[in-house]
């Protein structure tokens, strides 16, 4: 199993930047996705995630209304599109993959069987 991320990058304030991820090795529309996002010395924290067949998205509230999390089941393909990044969104940024559903559960990174290697996001002020 793979998941392999990509997008990040160095972005000014008001910038917008889309991640993607990409999965192998698994059927990916079995599959809840998330995004989680970790600053150094801090634990990893929810950020959105979207059920199997894309109908359901949930977000923290700290990026709700300027984050999207879409999907592609035909390209195993998960997406983050960020918009108004500020510095506070500076982060290493991971997809992962769970077959759990329930939203109470699925905001904990312990319910993830599967997780990316990452992929930096810095906002510069």
């Known amino acids: 199993v793979q998941l392999q991320a990509s997008g990040g990058g160095l972005v000014q304030t008001g910038s917008s930047l889309r991640l993607s991820c990409v999965a192998s090795?698994?059927?990916?529309?079995?599959?809840?996705m998330g995004w989680f996002r970790q600053e150094s010395g801090k634990e990893r924290e929810f950020v959105a995630a979207i059920r199997r067949n894309g109908g359901y998205t949930f977000y923290a509230d700290s990026v709700k209304g300027r984050f999207t999390i879409s999907r592609d089941n035909a390209k195993n393909t998960v997406y983050l599109q960020m918009h108004s990044l500020t510095p506070e969104d500076t982060a290493v940024y991971y997809c992962?993959?769970?077959?759990?559903?329930?939203?109470?559960?699925?905001?904990?990174?312990?319910?993830?069987?599967?997780w990316g290697q990452g992929t930096q996001v810095t906002v510069s002020s």
């Open positions: 090795g698994i059927t990916f529309s079995r599959y809840t």
């Open positions: 992962a993959a769970t077959e759990r559903e329930i939203l109470s559960t699925i905001r904990s990174p312990n319910a993830y069987y599967y």
